[in-house]
């Protein structure tokens, strides 16, 4: 329900002029009524998150290309090109995720970090590395939500990395992004993929069974 209201009251918005994602949904959230957001907003906390992306430190990586929508396909065959500092996500089936968009494709996806990113990015997360706080502080000693604030355990690298620039950008503006500040401030961009990286690889845990009909 945050997020989308933010989003209505031009409080979240994207710092990459490119992306096409954050303007759409802005159009979406400006259109929907209160009953609307919450709505969807039950129906989408209801769904139990499911882990979809493997994390695999390394230096090299299949050789890849851009398609249209932002989305790395392996070319294909033994090329290979360096990682360098950044986060690569692909999925394992082209045809099953970037025709079909079966968003729970066989095997998924993978996420290619740095090496070095997961140790680093756990001793950030869990005790600040003398740089900022423990993420579990806000966001759950199993970092799967805390109040308002969301769950990160599990989720895509690339996007809680586009989060983070945002909040640094000030294109983040909403009361959670306003606690971020703070947390943000004296990281780097490669303690920001260290924590992201590490975030990315944690299990979920499995979600407590509720009865029939228990909202």
């Known amino acids: 329900m945050q997020q989308l209201q933010d989003m209505r009251d031009d409080l979240r918005y994207q710092s990459d002029p490119r992306d096409p994602n954050t303007p759409t949904m802005i159009a979406l959230a400006k259109a929907m009524t209160e009953d609307e957001m919450r709505e969807s907003a039950e129906f989408f906390a209801a769904v139990p998150y499911t882990k979809w992306i493997e994390v695999i430190e390394a230096d090299e990586i299949p050789e890849m290309e851009l398609h249209e929508g ?8 033994d090329g290979k090109e360096p990682l360098g500092n950044r986060i690569v996500e692909t999925p394992r089936d082209e045809h099953q995720s970037n025709f079909l968009r079966n968003t729970r ?6 996420a290619y970090v740095p090496v070095g990113s997961l140790a680093e990015g756990e001793d950030l997360v869990t005790t600040g590395g003398g740089k900022t706080v423990a993420c579990g ?9 805390l109040g308002s604030m969301p769950g990160i355990a599990g989720r895509s690298p690339s996007y809680m990395m586009r989060q983070l620039w945002d909040m640094r950008q000030g294109t983040r503006k909403g009361p959670q992004a306003a606690l971020m500040m703070p947390v943000i401030e004296n990281l780097t961009v ?6 992201v990286a590490y975030l990315a690889s944690i299990d979920p845990p499995t ?3 509720t009865s029939t009909g228990a909202r």
């Open 105 to 110: 494709a066989p095997g998924d996806w993978i």
């Open 207 to 209: 979600p407590a069974s």
């Open 70 to 77: 932002d989305m790395y396909i392996a070319v294909g065959g």
């Open 137 to 145: 502080v806000c966001h759950g000693p199993d970092l799967m939500g």
């Open 190 to 195: 490669d303690d920001m993929t260290a924590i």
